[in-house]
């Protein structure tokens, strides 16, 4: 498998993902490192200047090995931050960084049953993989709390040709739009990638 070219082409289905992450799992950190991956820092940083109080719950989707949670935690230290990932590889080292309060092994589109809700869930660079946004934006809205925000990254390349400014106008009657970013590098030190395929992060609102 040629790891760069199937990260832009989106891998595959969900068993062939969470093998692929099950297997990069002990390098994820050190190779992301390398191609200069800034999302979860300039996403931690928007929710920084942007929320007005720290959240009490925080779900963070597809948190992999952590490095979302790490950068939530340094700002939101008094926060609960639950994780939820493909995979259990990626878990096993997540809970070593003893950021999240629990992990769920699960494909982010599959709806969890917690017993609460969160006034903040995440998804950063993981919308690549989202084969049903109904579903997802549905999941959404029964995690969040009224008032609560959604942040998300999404490659601007994937968002023009899914004609994602349409799928967010279809949700405008559960969510807002809070912020969406200046087009941001994805992985510039990544040869695939460098400064042709760019990100939004954005923030939306459940009302």
């Given at each position: 498998?040629?790891?760069?070219?199937?990260?832009?082409?989106g891998i595959g289905n969900v068993n062939i993902t969470k093998k692929y992450y099950d297997n990069w799992s002990s390098?994820?950190?050190?190779?992301?490192?390398?191609?200069?991956?800034?999302?979860?820092?300039?996403?931690?940083?928007?929710?920084k200047r942007k929320l007005k109080k720290a959240p009490k719950n925080?779900?963070?989707l597809a948190c992999g090995t952590g490095l979302f949670g790490t950068e939530l935690k340094?700002?939101?230290?008094?926060?609960?931050i639950y994780g939820l990932d493909i995979s259990s590889k990626s878990l096993i080292l997540a809970k070593k960084?003893?950021?999240?309060?629990?992990?769920?092994t699960a494909n982010f589109e599959t709806?969890?049953?917690?017993?609460?809700?969160?006034?903040?869930?995440?998804?950063?660079?993981a919308m690549t993989y989202c084969?049903?946004?109904?579903k997802l934006f549905s999941n959404l809205s029964f995690y969040l709390v009224t008032n609560g925000n959604f942040i998300f990254s999404h490659r601007i390349d994937l968002w023009k040709k899914q004609d994602f400014d349409y799928i967010l106008k279809s949700q405008s009657d559960i969510f807002?739009?809070?912020?969406?970013?200046?087009?941001?590098?994805?992985?510039?030190?990544?040869?695939?990638?460098?400064?042709?395929?760019?990100?939004k992060i954005v923030i939306l609102q459940k009302f």
């Open positions: 498998m040629n790891k760069k070219k199937s990260l832009v082409d390098d994820y950190d050190k190779t992301l490192n390398n191609w200069n991956y800034k999302a979860p820092v300039k996403s931690a940083n928007i929710l925080i779900l963070d340094k700002i939101f230290s008094n926060s609960n960084k003893d950021i999240y309060k629990n992990l769920i709806r969890y049953n917690y017993k609460i809700k969160f006034e903040l869930v995440s998804l950063i660079g084969k049903n946004f109904q807002k739009v809070k912020y969406i970013s200046r087009p941001i590098k994805y992985l510039p030190f990544n040869e695939d990638f460098k400064d042709i395929i760019k990100i």
